[in-house]
Structure formats: C-alpha cells, structure tokens
C-alpha cells in the first residue's frame, strides 16, 4: 500500500502562484510515474474522468497538458518520496480538486491521494 498526502491547496487571486507538495509512504514503486490530476468542484461525482495537469516519472522525465504549460512545472525528490507542483499565473479555470497519484511501472497499480482544492478567484 502507498498514502499519498498533498498539501498546499488555497485561496489565490488570478496572476499568483501556489506550490502544491504530495509526500508517499509505504511501499513506494522504485520505477514509478507520479502525477497530478486534477477535477473541477462540481464534477465530484463517482466515475467522472480526471484530467493529467503533469506527471513525472522517477527517471525525471516530465509530461504536461497543454493547458498548463509554460505556467506549471513539476518537479520530485527522490531522497523524500515527494513530487511538487509550482503553478504560476494561475486563471480561474484552473480552479479545481488536485489529486495526487502514484503509478507503477506499468501503470497497472497506481493509487490516488485524497486532493487539495485549488481556487482561483478573478
């Protein structure tokens, strides 16, 4: 089993920045992909797809959604089992759920963090 926590959810005003951290425990993968999903507040319900913001995988290498790029970047320590998320000049259709996941190798076992919610106000 692998607990994920995130952290660093809050209020921001559009144009800020906020750095979301997502620390593992337990069995961690040693080859793994860590991401970051995320879901509006209104599409809580069981079932409804997440959208990948940004992943990262333990070799470093780095995916984003074109939505995001050049505003968010990813980043992880190995030493401390926890991946980052820098978001800079955030919008309001940014607001959402931001939800944590760890993936094996394959992708075949992953497992989800409870979120932290991201609110961009105009």
């Known amino acids: 089993q692998v607990q994920l926590v995130e952290s660093g959810g809050g209020l921001v005003q559009a144009g800020g920045s906020l750095r979301l951290s997502c620390a593992a425990s337990?069995?961690?993968?040693?080859?793994?992909?860590m991401g970051w999903y995320r879901q509006a507040p209104d599409r809580q319900a069981p079932g409804t797809q997440r959208?990948?913001?940004?992943?990262?995988?333990?070799?470093?290498?780095?995916n984003y959604a074109d939505s995001v790029k050049g505003r968010f970047t990813i980043s992880g320590d190995n030493a401390k089992n926890t991946v980052y998320l820098q978001m800079n000049s955030l919008k309001p259709e940014d607001t959402a759920v931001y939800y944590c996941?760890?993936?094996?190798?394959?992708?075949?076992?992953?497992?989800w963090g409870k979120g932290t919610l991201v609110t961009v106000s105009s």
């Open positions: 959208e990948l913001v940004a992943s990262i995988t333990s070799g470093g290498i780095t």
């Open positions: 996941k760890h993936a094996s190798a394959t992708g075949r076992v992953f497992y």
């Open positions: 337990g069995t961690i993968f040693s080859i793994n992909t």
